[in-house]
């Protein structure tokens, strides 16, 4: 029989399907993976080719290489095609009942490696550290521009996810307002906090840790699950255990460890799933937030693999054909060497 489950973060509701019930093979897409043969000489974020971007805005490279050039490992330019432009001053006014500003922000693009066929399997986590700390570097710098109320960090993998190019790529844009689901998630952690004196995400760690049947992976300081409430099949957060609201407070050790479960859940996904397209967002308070007692930062990670149709637009809930916890166990069952 479906069941209705409720999302205790957005408090949503989510059918989950079961009548539905698929075997993970039946979630498998045509792969995405381009031709070995493609001509990287037309690829903008290929070593060599940094003259097809906009100027680098940071950069982790060798010593001694210059700046624009070959001999990076991760870097970060302008979106060549930016939904938000950082000049100009926002202008707020309003027309009647509707509100408007000038689309004042930065969009930018973190280019995760110079191996343009890098898969999670053939990156080292040590590479995952790299692309961590360029996201942590680009959220502080950003924030420090008065009018940037946050900074969301995401990555598109794959055609199916709205990804243009197969370079392994994430993208950052910061922008004048706080979006509508990260308010309403700090909005709700907030109501839990006042009622209970403790942080919803914390418990949701204790009861995820307690319970073990939805957990895909775990070190000592993240755990990976499918939520009680998936939206999608194979849905999986990531978040710290120890309770903490910005991403950008994030220490060495932390950083070794977040590598960990990102490489581990992205390799799980690519092998199970046969390298589907999948959206990741990193959800973290705002700059100068004063929600430190009750928000925590964590990542979703989301398979494109089920359509949303019109019941899940008329409604906002969301049809899941996959229970999570069969999705955890069959994504446990990925060994990664």
Known sequence: MPELRKD??????????????????????????????????????????????PPEVLAYRKPGTLANGPGWWIRVVNNKFPA?????????????????????????????????????????SSQFEEIIW?????????????????????????????????????????TPIIPAVIKNEI????????????????????????????????NNSFIAFCPFASAFPFETWII????????????KNHVVDLAQTLKSVFSKLYL??????????LHTAPPNSNSKEYYHWHIEIIPRLTEVAGFEWGTGTYINPMLPEKAAIELRKQEIT
């Open 84 to 124: 938000l432009n950082p000049e100009g001053s926002l202008d707020k006014k309003g027309i009647g009942i509707y509100d408007m500003m000038n689309g004042v922000g930065y969009h930018e693009v973190l280019i995760e490696t110079d191996d343009h066929f890098a898969t999670p399997l053939s990156m080292s």
């Open 272 to 281: 199970l799933l046969d390298n589907p397209p999948f959206n990741m967002m």
């Open 8 to 53: 205790p973060v957005l408090k949503r509701w989510v059918i989950i399907a079961t009548e539905r019930a698929s075997r993970p093979n039946d979630f498998k897409k045509k792969r995405e993976d381009f031709p070995a043969n493609q001509d990287l000489s037309k690829c903008p974020f290929c070593p060599g080719n940094e003259f097809m971007t």
């Open 134 to 174: 360029g996201y942590r570097d680009r959220i502080i710098e950003l924030s420090k521009d008065v009018r940037i109320k946050y900074v969301i960090i995401f990555k598109n993998h794959g055609k199916g996810a709205g990804a243009s190019l197969f370079h392994p790529h994430s993208q950052i844009i910061a």
């Open 187 to 218: 909005d709700n952690a907030k109501e839990y906090f006042e009622l209970r004196d403790r942080c919803l995400f914390c418990d949701i760690v204790t009861q995820e840790l307690g319970h073990q049947d939805r957990i895909v992976f775990e």
């Open 240 to 251: 710290p255990k120890k309770h903490s609201h910005r991403f950008e407070d994030i220490d």
